[in-house]
């Protein structure tokens, strides 16, 4: 059974980098894709972006020019970077496997999330 | 505003069946996948591609799509699926996955 788990700082500075690393168990990380995903308290989610064990990404457009993400194979481990952060990105933060094609995309293993606030 | 349309909340009696919808332009052409989350916990992954169900989801849980609508019904609704259902597609432009803004699920 694969499992997920997201791990990082819980409280970030407004205008810092949120940092957040997820833990693939139970199975190997590679040849599959990874997502990053968000629920801001009371709300739905957002997708934040995507990468392949190859190293390759692709991140959702309203957040692109904040977004890095990166695998780590050796560690089956991937992790989400988000720059210049403020209190609209405070959230819970989950990490999913990705089955993506060209026709459909969905999460069908999930981390059980980590609450990132932004505050001073 | 979300390119996936839900509504906010739904109800149904203990036992009964009850449909939950999901309208949007992307899913004439692109499949749909429902997941439930419960309060403090992770969404899981009910239906894929419209109307496959991962292993270990009740056969209670199904789904089908027809032109821009997608459904979950949940036939035989029990205590435990009181919960927040989200669908999910790809973006008008085929280009990312989006979520619906999600409904509650009430079972009387």
């Known amino acids: 059974q694969v499992q997920l788990h997201e791990s990082g700082p819980g409280l970030v500075k407004p205008s810092g980098t949120l940092s957040l690393t997820c833990t693939v168990s139970?199975?190997?990380?590679?040849?599959?894709?990874w997502s990053w995903i968000r629920q801001p308290a009371g709300k739905g989610l957002e997708w934040i972006g995507r990468i392949y064990t190859s190293g390759s990404t692709i991140y959702n457009p309203s957040l692109k020019s904040r977004v890095t993400m990166s695998v780590d194979t050796s560690k089956n481990q991937f992790s989400l970077k988000l720059s210049s952060v403020t209190a609209a990105d405070t959230a819970v933060y989950y990490c999913?496997?990705?089955?993506?094609?060209?026709?459909?995309?969905?999460?069908?293993?999930w981390g059980q999330g980590t609450l990132v606030t932004v505050s001073s | 505003s979300f390119e996936l349309t839900q509504d906010p909340a739904v109800s149904v009696a203990l036992g009964q069946t009850v449909r939950i919808t999901c309208q949007g332009d992307?899913?004439?052409?692109?499949?749909a996948s429902w997941y439930q989350q419960r309060p403090g916990q992770a969404p899981i992954l009910v239906i894929y591609d419209n109307n496959n169900r991962p292993s270990g989801i009740p056969d209670r849980f199904s789904g089908s799509s027809s032109g821009n609508t997608a459904s979950l019904t949940i036939t035989g609704a029990q205590a435990k699926d009181e919960a927040d259902y989200y669908c999910s597609s790809w973006d008008n432009s085929g280009i990312h996955p989006v979520f619906g803004g999600g409904t509650k699920l009430t079972v009387l």
């Open positions: 992307s899913l004439r052409s692109y499949f």
């Open positions: 999913a496997r990705d089955w993506f094609g060209e026709f459909s995309d969905y999460f069908d293993y």
């Open positions: 139970g199975g190997s990380i590679g040849s599959y894709y």
